[in-house]
């Protein structure tokens, strides 16, 4: 069992301005080799924005954030953490941390929602234009 912990969120932040996600597993009786943050925007599907290996380090990014969000670990803390910059209006969402025990390079697809069996409850990002 993995449990999640989201903070960070907020705003509004307005646009082109940064934030800072924190996703923390806790209570683990295994360590999560994948872990990644999701958004959902009212009306729209739950959508992959970064993933990352915790044994390795390589990362996925979707094309929308690549070049404004980066993806870190701290493995000591069990923590991911996602660094948004540049912020646009329609990165405006409910952000999701997940987990899966399985490495993401097992993953058919690492911005899969199914591929993972671990979440966190959200945490709101607001942007203002």
């Known amino acids: 069992q993995v449990q999640l912990a989201e903070s960070g969120g907020g705003g509004p932040v307005q646009a082109g301005g940064s934030l800072r996600l924190s996703c923390t597993a806790w209570e683990t009786t295994y360590m999560a080799s994948c872990m990644g943050w999701f958004r959902q925007a009212p009306g729209k599907e739950r959508e992959g924005v970064a993933s990352i290996y915790t044994n390795g380090d390589a990362t996925y990014y979707a094309d929308s954030v690549k070049g404004r969000f980066t993806i870190s670990q701290d493995n000591a803390k069990h923590t991911v953490y996602l660094q948004m910059n540049s912020l646009k209006p329609e990165d405006a969402a409910m952000y999701y941390c997940?987990?899966?025990?399985?490495?993401?390079?097992?993953?058919?697809?690492?911005?899969?929602?199914?591929?993972?069996?671990?979440w966190g409850q959200g945490t709101q990002v607001a942007v203002s234009s």
């Open positions: 997940a987990a899966d025990l399985r490495p993401c390079p097992f993953f058919k697809k690492w911005d899969t929602a199914t591929e993972y069996a671990y």
